[in-house]
């Protein structure tokens, strides 16, 4: 019963691993699952110390798992040696500053933010839920950081709800591209940039939220707790699920429209990153990753919780890159907490051309 228990975990773990396929317009509901993965890796390493313990003979099954799980593991958890950043090689920051509204741990978060440029010295800056000059905060900060050229488009301004995405860097910024998409409150936008005679194309996106609000949220943390009374456990899950799919399925479109605009200049080095709002077995990272390289699964180390919030942390941020560029160390910077993002970092560094 235990062997055939944990068989059974092992072909749901595939499964799930292997989700990322699947088309959330679709099937909205079975793209959700993906969240669920982490779960099954640890159910079979429970079954794996079982084994050990009491029948080490039975341990083929749960490693033939993890064997045959190995792709979406090394997704979920990459494990990658640091490499030295050669020279001339750019470094960028891609982050949800969440307004600057400091994650309720700072009274000047765009004080702090400031801070953390000077110590990290970025080249490029990616931002989601920025805000505009006219809106709150003025370039002149950003310039006297040393990022001469700054940009930002407002993708949604209403009286309960604003959005934008942005870019500050060093470098010559040549134009700006919206890329049309249905979204209320999201989008995308690509930054040409001059870099040392190089023309590079940023794509900055802010993807579909899932739009869980405080009770929302609320509620998942009391299920986990289990705080909701049984017979209201299926009612409540029900609904979070249905909000997921249906993120999911608004996504899917926007990846694609995103993926589309970068075939059309693919001549161009380009590296697409920022708040994807999905998990690394998603349908937008691995459809993402089947065009551009995934630089933290191919540089990165670990999960890279890149959503600090409790019961919710996963990496919802990532970064991809066209062939004609090669990433080095990329990492989520847990010990930066003035938002509920962690920026991603990494460095690249663009290829001659053959």
Not at 106 to 132: M, N, R, T
Not at 184 to 190: D, I, T, V
Not at 213 to 239: C, F, H, M, T
Not at 276 to 298: C, E, G, Q, T
């Amino acid at each position: 019963m235990i062997a055939g228990a944990n068989v059974a975990t092992v072909i749901v773990m595939l499964l799930i691993g292997y989700s990322d396929r699947l088309y959330p317009a679709d099937h909205p509901m079975l793209s959700t699952v993906g969240l669920t993965f982490p779960i099954f890796l640890l159910l079979n390493m429970i079954f794996l110390v079982f084994w050990v313990l009491f029948k080490w003979k039975m341990i083929w099954i749960p490693v033939m798992g993890y064997l045959l799980a190995y792709v979406p593991i090394n997704i979920y958890i990459p494990i990658n040696v640091s490499k030295d950043v050669p020279d001339g090689a750019i470094k960028i920051i891609s982050y949800n500053i969440c307004a600057y509204g400091g994650n309720y741990k700072y009274d000047d978060a765009f004080g702090k933010f400031l801070s953390y440029l000077a110590e990290q010295k970025p080249d490029i800056i990616c931002l989601q839920e920025d805000v505009d000059a006219k809106h709150k905060i003025s370039y002149e900060e950003y310039a006297k950081q040393g990022f001469t050229y700054n940009d930002t488009l407002v993708i949604c301004k209403k009286a309960t709800s604003f959005n934008a995405v942005g870019i500050h860097t060093r470098f010559p910024i040549l134009k700006r591209e919206r890329i049309d998409y249905p979204s209320e409150s999201n989008g995308s936008a690509a930054w040409w940039l001059n870099v040392e005679g190089d023309t590079i194309i940023i794509v900055n996106n802010h993807f579909e939220s899932c739009h869980l609000n405080k009770s929302d949220r609320r509620q998942y943390k009391q299920i986990l707790k289990g705080e909701v009374p049984r017979d209201s456990v299926r009612a409540e899950s029900e609904v979070l699920l249905i909000k997921l799919a249906e993120a999911n399925a608004k996504r899917c479109g926007q990846i694609d429209a995103v993926l589309r605009y970068v075939e059309e200049h693919s001549q161009y080095p380009i590296v697409v990153c920022g708040d994807f709002n999905d998990n690394p077995i998603s349908y937008s990272r691995h459809r993402m990753a089947d065009r551009l390289k995934d630089a933290f699964v191919k540089t990165g180390r670990g999960l890279g919780l890149s959503y600090n919030q409790k019961a919710f942390s996963f990496r919802i941020d990532h970064l991809f890159c066209s062939e004609t560029i090669e990433p080095y160390n990329c990492e989520i910077d847990a010990e930066m907490d003035a938002s509920d993002h962690n920026p991603l970092i990494c460095w690249l560094k663009i290829m001659p051309k053959r």
